[in-house]
């Protein structure tokens, strides 16, 4: 059975920084296509970043040049998120098997993240 579990959220204020991980499990093939979206209040869910297995990744403008995606070979996903602004408060949900651009059938239960002005 696929699993996508997101780890990391919590609440900071803007500026902060946090790290999401998700763990992967139920045989997910190494080289598929992982990523990151949100549910922002109010909003429906969104593109936020995305990779592939060999490294290659996408992002949102509105992260771009701060948020960093990455993985690793198990695979393992991870958002590094750098100076957070009240605008990213949103859910933040791990998903596979989608492309660069847009989404895939397996998704997480999502972590929170707050970020206060």
């Known amino acids: 059975q696929v699993q996508l579990v997101e780890s990391g959220g919590d609440s900071v204020q803007a500026g902060g920084s946090l790290r999401l991980s998700c763990a992967l499990s139920g045989g997910i093939t190494k080289v598929i296509v992982l990523g990151w979206y949100r549910e922002r209040p109010g909003q429906q869910r969104e593109f936020v970043a995305s990779?592939?297995?060999?490294?290659?990744p996408n992002y949102d403008m509105t992260v771009e040049g701060r948020f960093t995606i990455s993985r690793t070979e198990e695979p393992r996903l991870y958002l590094q998120m750098n100076n957070l602004r009240p605008e990213d408060t949103a859910v933040y949900y791990c998903?596979?098997?989608?492309?660069?651009?847009?989404?895939?059938?397996?998704w997480g239960q999502g972590t929170q993240v707050t970020v206060s002005a």
């Open positions: 998903n596979a098997g989608g492309t660069l651009t847009s989404s895939g059938r397996y």
């Open positions: 990779i592939t297995h060999d490294g290659t």
